[in-house]
């Protein structure tokens, strides 16, 4: 488990391109939220924030918000509202079943858990 002020490097394929980024847990209030930040990657800046609470049934709920900057300007603003950011919703919200599904893996009536990267 991460803890405030530690990174984590990513490396993933996007966009036929290998990408890393490397992020810092720049805050943390456990068990409610913690947020992580881009010290090193592909962005300008890239914020993403972790927010849980309780669901129904025993549950909890995750909601993600990401703020990002891409590089390149004028176009990078361009590229970031109409490529970036809806491929990044698309992106989190399979990361999210994946991570649901292997939650709940081993209680009655699962199924195995998909792949997050094909």
Known sequence: LLEAGETVTWSARHFLVRWR????????ERPRWFRDEM????????RHDHFFETAGHGGTRMTD???????????G????RHLLAPYLNRFIE????VLKA?????????????????
């Open 77 to 80: 603003k361009i590229l970031g």
């Open 94 to 97: 399979r990361r999210n079943r």
């Open 65 to 75: 918000e990401i703020v990002f900057r891409p590089p390149g300007g004028t176009a």
């Open 21 to 28: 980024m490397t992020v810092r847990i720049s805050g943390f």
């Open 102 to 118: 292997a939650a709940e893996e081993g209680s009655p009536g699962s199924a195995p858990a998909p792949a997050l990267f094909s």
């Open 39 to 46: 010290v090193h990657g592909p962005f300008t800046s890239f």
